[in-house]
């Protein structure tokens, strides 16, 4: 079972940046798309935004775009979340997530949790006013 580890959670102050790390399952895996998902406290969990592995496709929430940015390091085989200019609102649990099985054929569907096999535990990014 792989279990995926976010790191890079903490303490932020509004308008402030953070960055989000996270090792993507393995070279024995062919990954084909990440995401970052966050759950804020009485929330459901929501999409953040996500990156097509082998292309590097980008797809965002409107909540973050213009001030997060995804990427990935294939050599590293590393995901990441640049967050600039943080809100108060932008407070949850971060949680990464793959997808090795090809569920996601169109950019449209990469924002479904359903079609990511593999989680994080979270971390969390708390932002003050």
């Known amino acids: 079972q792989v279990q995926l580890v976010e790191s890079g959670g903490g303490l932020a102050q509004a308008g402030a940046s953070l960055r989000l790390s996270c090792p993507a399952p393995?070279?024995?895996?062919?990954?084909?798309?990440m995401g970052w998902f966050r759950q804020a406290p009485g929330k459901e969990r929501e999409f953040v935004a996500a990156?097509?592995?082998?292309?590097?496709?980008?797809y965002y929430a409107d909540s973050v775009k213009g001030r997060f940015t995804i990427s990935r390091d294939g050599a590293k085989n590393t995901l990441y979340l640049q967050m600039n200019s943080l809100k108060p609102e932008d407070t949850a649990v971060y949680y990464c997530?793959?997808?090795?099985?090809?569920?996601?054929?169109?950019?449209?569907?990469?924002?479904?949790?359903?079609?990511?096999?593999?989680w994080g535990r979270g971390t969390q990014v708390t932002v003050s006013s």
């Open positions: 997530a793959a997808d090795t099985v090809a569920m996601a054929p169109y950019r449209s569907t990469w924002s479904r949790s359903s079609i990511y096999n593999y």
């Open positions: 990156v097509n592995w082998s292309g590097g496709r980008t």
């Open positions: 393995g070279r024995t895996f062919s990954t084909y798309v």
